[in-house]
């Protein structure tokens, strides 16, 4: 476990920039009922959802008044969480959201590192001047946007490090079902089914303590990944035929255009874990994923098998970032060019320079 890294920010509210205080700082302002606002990152997933939710059940026991805001609404295959239901859409229901916000103590800031990533909500999270509290483990993190907090790229999933958090709170024997469901979710898709390099000795003993504690573990797994409309299946049908593969440069890329998105009825969380199919080719090293949006805008998952360096890859070319072998980017040059760029950009070598 741990909470060292990353620890450099500027008191909210103030002008004058220091070091972000250690997350465990933040324990002696809980020792009586608070406001509490969570919230994290815009088309939140398993982890993003199942951390906010796990804190939330964590936090309601010690008598804190607590609220999660989501930046846009909660994918169908999560809603089974426990809490989701009380997990406010910013972009639905703005004006509670607001009113939760300005009314709050303090703000976790859950599974982003960077206030732009919760899109539509940024100018209202920036504008907040109550302490901001990270808990993440995305790489490169505006440190200066945080009073408290932890910002660790060694760690599997942001459930994870609010399991951490708790250990480090010494609050074990308040972890419930409802927190050991939330955070097993996240851990498990962030950690592909616990097979990605990141599923250290950690994330099993946390899990070893789910288990004592009585976890299902298999029904969440069911509710996860085995309750997926017949339309997402077509879905899937459909990417699978953009499939552009090279296997002498080791990449296969797909897409969806924001047609083709209209026509299978696409639903926020339906694409998850599409781009991880490509990569499940023996030859392949590196696969993209696209997606059309509005106004040419074509969002980019990245994953990668071994030493290729994704996330550099991404924030390089594409305004992006994320983990090592799992990052995103973003490009405004519609779906055609931009795959045509990515493709010049692997012919031309320029993809072996992230390789370490």
């Known amino acids: 476990?741990?909470?060292?890294?990353?620890?450099?920010?500027?008191?909210?509210?103030?002008?004058?920039?220091?070091?972000?205080?250690?997350?465990?700082?933040?324990?002696?302002?809980?020792?009586?009922?608070?406001?509490?606002?969570?919230?994290?990152?815009?088309?939140?997933?398993?982890?993003?959802?199942?951390s906010s939710l796990g804190l939330y059940h964590y936090l309601i026991q010690y008598g804190h008044q607590v609220q999660v805001i989501a930046p846009s609404e909660v994918p169908d295959f999560i809603q089974w969480m426990p809490g989701a239901d009380t997990v406010l859409n910013y972009e639905a229901r703005t004006d509670e959201a607001v009113k939760a916000l300005d009314a709050c103590d303090y703000i976790f800031c859950l599974d982003f590192n960077h206030p732009s990533r919760v899109r539509t909500m940024e100018a209202r999270l920036t504008a907040?001047?109550?302490?901001?509290?990270?808990?993440?483990?995305?790489?490169?993190?505006?440190?200066?946007?945080f009073a408290y907090g932890e910002s660790n790229p060694d760690k599997s999933s942001t459930c994870e490090m609010i399991y951490d958090f708790i250990v480090l709170h010494k609050g074990e024997q308040k972890i419930n079902q409802e927190i050991m469901q939330c955070l097993y979710a996240g851990c498990m898709t962030d950690t592909g089914s616990f097979r990605f390099p990141a599923t250290t000795a950690s994330v099993h003993e946390m899990i070893a303590f789910f288990k004592h504690r009585g976890l299902?573990?298999?029904?969440?797994?069911?509710?996860?990944?085995?309750?997926?409309?017949?339309?997402?299946?077509r879905l899937l049908g459909h990417v699978?035929?953009?499939?552009?593969?090279?296997?002498?440069?080791?990449?296969?890329?797909?897409?969806?255009?924001?047609?083709?998105?209209?026509?299978?009825?696409?639903?926020?969380?339906?694409?998850?874990?599409?781009?991880?199919?490509?990569?499940?080719?023996?030859?392949?090293?590196?696969?993209?994923?696209?997606?059309e949006r509005q106004n040419r805008e074509v969002r980019i998952s990245f994953r990668s098998k071994g030493n290729i360096d994704v996330s550099e890859f991404a924030r390089k070319y594409f305004n992006g970032g994320g983990h090592f072998n799992a990052a995103g980017g973003v490009s405004h040059d519609g779906l055609e060019a931009t795959i045509n760029k990515i493709k010049t950009l692997i012919s031309t070598k320029k993809l072996t320079q992230f390789i370490k």
């Open 1 to 50: 476990m741990s909470f060292l890294k990353n620890s450099c920010c500027h008191e909210s509210g103030s002008s004058i920039y220091q070091r972000m205080k250690h997350i465990a700082d933040i324990f002696p302002l809980l020792e009586t009922p608070r406001k509490i606002v969570i919230t994290t990152h815009y088309k939140p997933d398993a982890d993003a959802i199942g």
């Open 128 to 145: 907040a001047t109550q302490p901001k509290i990270i808990i993440d483990h995305h790489l490169e993190p505006l440190s200066n946007f």
């Open 216 to 233: 299902e573990h298999s029904r969440i797994h069911e509710a996860i990944y085995d309750s997926y409309s017949a339309n997402r299946l």
């Open 240 to 291: 699978l035929h953009t499939l552009d593969l090279n296997e002498e440069e080791h990449y296969a890329i797909m897409s969806l255009s924001l047609g083709d998105a209209y026509k299978y009825e696409v639903k926020s969380g339906d694409t998850e874990g599409f781009v991880n199919m490509a990569l499940s080719i023996k030859s392949i090293a590196v696969a993209v994923f696209l997606t």
